[in-house]
């Protein structure tokens, strides 16, 4: 007797519109927040999620219920983020010739400068992989599952952790100082 | 360290911020109409940010740039041989062919005109295609592009599943190429008529219907609900509601074949009408000295059923079911896909783990040729059988026929001339997405067998393990009932449920007329809704030029019910007669319930203000015993259907 998302994945995989459209509604916020702690951006995460929903129906036609739902979304968000930030270092370099990560920057501060804490900072300091690592482990996912998500293995997921913390830990130091 | 991480973590949970409500929607709605658009309609071109180019070869040119080796390989060949069937003198007989496939041969030969301009479909999206380097994703884009680009879409719509396109889906699958994505809309279709509407006594006293030992409308609804929505309309047969519980009926005396028991009621929704219970008890046979069977378990392995909840539990399902039968049992597997197979040789059931392999070797992949696999499964029976046995053909699908016969008329008629041999037919129903319901209702009802539908285990412990005697011995064939209310004593009547069952008062008494078989231990249950005579309740006023001194006949009674039914085999009908006192009493039953809860599904249009709430109460009154829990989890349908009506 449980009202399952997998279950409406499948359906919706098999072409029932009715499963899509409870399923989507069901899944927008927390895509949304997994979204936003992959970008760090409110703009840039309703962008994802864009992203996301438009890629979705067709790529759902390829789920086979081989891994929970939530573990095939998060892998899709995580790919869609990843092919984003790629396409954003494209426009970027040919336009400026500046970094991903300065343009990120400069983006940031054109937003309110009150929206920029010392979380946003951190966060987009810190390399990708790291930062997808957090986002996830952040969402309440287990290493193994972070692992599944990202296919590394859970040995890797529990090392980047680590390594993210010292980053942090640093950064928190070299901002005392 | 761990600190660091639970206090950014409580950082981060106040710095995520709410979605956008304006965007939030808008997302949602482009999420659905991809949705749809892949949906097999294909109205139109593919969108894509490219302006179409005119001209003959651009699109030629186009389908060249962008075909990796691999899928431009299969999906040439296919056209190629898509061409060949059709063009090719022998490619007739190819296919299987009828009237309607025959024209639409024709018109193919003129239709993929590449040297038409692409309509310009109006680029309203941008759709960023996130892409992986899997080769079955490429083939995705590369198919779509193809058919875009060569035209063939606009052939293909409007209509998703044209004799085309399943022609152009048969021909790639046939071809290997089974990782080629096939359009797929939802395609359920559900076999179900109008409410019955309420009858004037006066005018057609008599009401005639076949029983129905279904229960796959039940598991159907059960599906719906606890995947959070609704079901549609038409999936509701009450009927296959009430029949899906045990209820507390008298078994028949010794050589009856059932007993009718018979109940009025007051009406929950309506305090001025009552209900009429009919209850059948089949007679359940010493199941030890039961006579062998022949099982053929035909087995649709098309594509489609490559789903966790269709194939694997199939497979488990039969697992089950495997346990319950004797040595002196035969049984044969038939599979079909793109042609049919025998894939396992009829094998005593004693020989389990040839079964089992076989049974666990099959994969899916292919279109569905359903009537040859019908025809092999029943060619396979015929040969297994012998005297004094029970052959049955078990026929497991999503319903999907897409190959040969696909039409619920034909199939019936095909299916008909197959039950006069003798054979009985079973259907499982599995998947939803494109469960075909009519088709199987349609193949069911006239192949002398039952549906049912099976979306967990533990309702294919219910229909293969617990009745599996039912399911499988049939105690009468052709059972009719019909009901002559008398006009003295009840004015309107209406039966609940029954729709695609109801019979025309002459074919009572006709036996050349197929109606539902009943098997060991099973049980029928009807309920009509009466309107006492001068009850406030009667919905038509009385005519005011004719005479309506038509009521004669002893004012006791309130009906009279009569029962036809054929032993198993036999040709002529046995009949049993009984009257219905005013004086007969009872006491309101969980089919009442579940009766008012199929009435609400289907939109409720007798049953007033009566609420979901109220068939919660009654049910849980009405529950009694209850050893499965099959009525708990019916009680807890109707809490979710009540919380979903609400929104």
Not at chain 2, 237 to 243: Q, V
Not at chain 2, 496 to 507: F, M, P, V
Not at chain 2, 631 to 643: D, F, V
Request: proline share 5%; hydrophobic share 40%; glycine share 6%.
């Amino acid at each position: 007797m449980q009202t399952d998302d997998d279950i409406l994945a499948l359906a919706a995989a098999g072409g029932d519109a009715g499963a899509f459209a409870t399923l989507i509604e069901r899944q927008y916020d927390r895509l949304f927040r997994l979204c936003f702690r992959l970008t760090g951006s409110q703009a840039e995460a309703e962008d994802l999620t864009q992203d996301i929903c438009a890629a979705l129906p067709a790529k759902l036609r390829g789920f086979r219920g081989e891994a929970s739902f939530t573990t095939w979304a998060y892998r899709l968000c995580v790919n869609a983020a990843h092919d984003r930030r790629r396409r954003a270092a494209t426009h970027a370099k040919a336009a400026s010739g500046w970094g991903d990560w300065e343009v990120n920057r400069r983006a940031a501060n054109a937003e309110t400068e009150d929206a920029i804490d010392w979380l946003t900072h951190a966060m987009r300091a810190l390399p990708d992989d790291l930062r997808d690592t957090l986002a996830l482990i952040l969402d309440d996912m287990t290493h193994a599952q972070a692992g599944e998500i990202l296919n590394v293995s859970e040995g890797t997921i529990s090392w980047r952790i680590s390594k993210a913390k010292k980053h942090l830990a640093t950064q928190r130091q070299e901002e005392t100082q | 360290m761990s600190d660091d991480l639970d206090d950014l973590k409580s950082l981060m949970n106040a710095a995520t911020p709410q979605p956008d409500k304006a965007r939030k929607v808008e997302n949602i709605a482009l999420a659905q109409k991809n949705f749809s658009d892949l949906q097999g309609s294909r109205d139109g071109a593919r969108l894509t940010s490219d302006r179409p180019k005119a001209g003959l070869f651009s699109g030629v040119r186009h389908m060249l740039n962008t075909l990796t080796s691999r899928a431009g390989l299969t999906a040439s060949t296919a056209i190629i041989a898509v061409g060949l069937v059709m063009l090719s003198p022998l490619g007739d007989r190819l296919m299987p062919n009828n009237g309607l496939r025959e024209t639409s041969f024709r018109k193919d030969q003129n239709a993929p005109d590449v040297s038409d301009p692409i309509p310009e479909a109006p680029v309203t999206i941008e759709a960023p295609v996130i892409m992986e380097t899997a080769p079955s994703a490429e083939m995705e884009v590369a198919s779509e592009d193809l058919a875009a680009t060569s035209g063939l879409s606009r052939i293909a719509a409007p209509q998703p599943k044209t004799a085309r396109a399943r022609q152009l889906d048969y021909a790639l699958q046939s071809l290997g190429a089974e990782d080629m994505p096939t359009p797929q809309a939802n395609t359920e279709s559900f076999a179900n008529a109008d409410v019955n509407p309420v009858h004037v006594t006066a005018e057609t006293p008599v009401s005639t219907f076949s029983i129905d030992v279904d229960t796959a409308s039940y598991s159907v609804i059960r599906n719906s609900l606890t995947q959070g929505r609704l079901p549609p309309k038409d999936a509701v047969r009450i009927e296959e509601m009430i029949n899906y519980f045990p209820y507390d009926y008298t078994a028949p005396l010794d050589d009856t074949a059932f007993t009718p028991t018979v109940s009025v009621t007051q009406t929950p929704w309506n305090p001025d009408t009552q209900l009429l219970q009919i209850g059948i008890q089949g007679a359940m046979p010493d199941v030890s000295d039961r006579r062998p069977l022949n099982l053929v378990f035909l087995i649709d392995t098309s594509g489609s059923m490559n789903q966790p909840n269709k194939l694997p539990l199939l497979k488990q399902s039969f697992h089950l079911m495997l346990g319950q039968l004797r040595p002196e049992d035969q049984i044969a597997i038939v599979t079909y896909a793109g042609s049919a197979g025998e894939v396992l040789a009829p094998t005593p059931a004693s020989e389990r783990s040839t079964i089992l392999n076989a049974l666990n070797n099959l994969g899916a992949g292919g279109s569905t040729a359903g009537q040859a696999g019908l025809q092999q499964a029943y060619a396979t029976a015929a040969a297994m059988a012998e005297k004094g046995e029970v052959n049955r053909v078990i026929l497991a699908t999503d319903g999907d026929f897409n190959v040969g016969l696909n039409d619920p008329e034909q199939l019936k008629d095909y299916i008909a001339d197959k039950r006069d041999t003798g054979t009985y037919l079973s259907v499982l129903g599995f998947g939803r997405g494109n469960l075909d319901d009519a088709t199987m209702q349609a193949l069911a009802q006239n192949g002398n067998g039952q549906a049912a539908y099976i979306d967990t285990l533990s309702e294919a412990q219910k229909v293969l393990v617990d009745q599996l005697t039912g399911a499988l011995f049939p105690i009468a064939d052709d059972v009719k009932i019909q009901v002559e209310f008398n006009p003295a004593a009840i004015s309107e009547y209406r039966l609940i449920g029954y729709e695609t069952r109801a019979l025309k008062r002459e074919d009572f008494n006709n036996d050349k007329v197929d109606a539902g078989d009943i098997g060991a231990g099973h049980q029928v249950t009807a309920i009509y809704e009466v309107t006492p005579k001068g009850s406030p309740a009667e919905l038509t006023d009385p005519l005011r030029y004719s005479s309506t001194d038509t009521a004669q006949g002893d004012n006791d009674e309130l009906a009279f019910l009569r029962l036809r039914y054929k032993a198993p085999g036999a040709a002529a009908s046995n009949l049993i007669e009984t009257p219905i006192s005013t004086n007969t009493a009872g006491e309101t039953s969980f089919a009442t319930a579940i009766a008012g809860f199929g009435q609400l599904l289907r939109g409720g249009k007798y049953t007033g203000s009566w609420s979901y709430a109220d068939a919660i109460t009654l049910a849980t009154q009405t529950k009694g015993d209850d050893p499965f829990g099959y009525r708990a989890e019916a009680i807890q349908l109707m809490r979710l259907a009540e919380s979903l009506s609400q929104n």
